[in-house]
């Protein structure tokens, strides 16, 4: 059953998410059950929505490819993270791409 992912990760900056980008390369080597992606800033932290095939595949992205470019990004702490099953999603017609 596919999930949603929310995350709070306090003191992350825009500048340390685009380096965790650029060097995991998620938008080009997309991740197993990775459905959807939204990030935003707001208050002094990260905040993340994700759709996900499972929360495991969301876990194994994390550990496999995520956290050593966290950790070489220098962001510290951990993140608030939350997992519930998908209701419904919508994506608006013609709606389409990585764009930012």
Do not use: N
């Amino acid at each position: 059953m596919a999930v949603v992912m929310t995350m709070r990760w306090a003191g992350v900056t825009p500048e340390q998410y685009d380096s965790v980008r650029d060097m995991v390369r998620w938008e080009q080597d997309t991740p197993a059950g990775a459905f959807l992606h939204v990030a935003s800033f707001e208050g002094g932290a990260l905040h993340v929505t994700d759709v996900w095939q499972s929360q495991a595949d969301f876990e194994r992205f994390f550990a496999d490819r995520l956290a050593a470019a966290v950790k070489e990004a220098g962001i510290e702490g951990e993140p608030e993270t939350s997992f519930r099953p998908l209701h419904r999603r919508f994506i608006a017609p013609g709606v389409a791409g990585a764009d930012s």
